[in-house]
């Protein structure tokens, strides 16, 4: 079973990817900063629930959608 880091990680880059942005826009987009971006993209960090939903709405999909498995 994969865990919720590699899961986020793998549909955050993937939703920013079909989106056309940067980590780094990313990042400014939802007040963070664009290391933090790349330590969720690569599983190391674990991001409050508030940081998945901010990164949801400036992605244009919700947090569950990042946070599924399937």
Do not use: C, H, K, W
């Amino acid at each position: 079973m994969e865990d919720v880091r590699s899961i986020l990680a793998r549909n955050l880059r993937l939703a920013r990817n079909e989106a056309g942005i940067s980590q780094e826009e990313l990042a400014d987009l939802a007040g963070v900063d664009r290391t933090y971006v790349s330590g969720i993209e690569r599983g190391i960090r674990n991001p409050s629930i508030e940081i998945v939903a901010r990164f949801a709405m400036t992605l244009g999909t919700t947090a569950s959608q990042l946070l599924n498995a399937g």
